[in-house]
């Protein structure tokens, strides 16, 4: 069983900084893809970036293209999701999440609980 752990949310003002991390623990993830999502209120839940097992690939929602930029470290079972410019459209509760490939449509099938961001204008 794995299970994830997110932490590094809280309130920003729009245009600071946050990073997110995820923390797997249970077994090792080192050969999994890990992605980040996020839902905002009313809103259904959305994908924000991706990542490969080797760091190699990545992947970004537009919306969050050159802000946004996703890494791991496979030694700490860690990826992380460091968020520069934030816009109060970015206020959600950010989810990540593994699944064994990078590409094709495999589920995500491992979730953590979420941690919330609010950015205030």
């Known amino acids: 069983q794995v299970q994830l752990v997110e932490s590094g949310g809280g309130l920003v003002q729009a245009g600071g900084s946050l990073r997110l991390s995820c923390a797997a623990s249970?077994?090792?993830?080192?050969?999994?893809?890990m992605g980040w999502f996020r839902q905002a209120p009313g809103k259904e839940r959305e994908f924000v970036a991706r990542?490969?097992?080797?760091?190699?690939?990545?992947d970004y929602a537009d919306s969050v293209k050159g802000r946004f930029t996703i890494s791991r470290d496979n030694a700490k079972n860690t990826v992380y999701l460091q968020m520069n410019g934030l816009k109060p459209e970015d206020t959600a509760v950010y989810y990540c999440?593994?699944?064994?490939?990078?590409?094709?449509?495999?589920?995500?099938?491992?979730w953590g609980q979420g941690t919330q961001v609010t950015v205030s204008s």
């Open positions: 249970g077994r090792t993830l080192s050969r999994h893809a």
């Open positions: 999440a593994a699944r064994p490939t990078y590409s094709g449509s495999y589920p995500w099938n491992y």
């Open positions: 990542i490969s097992w080797s760091g190699g690939s990545t």
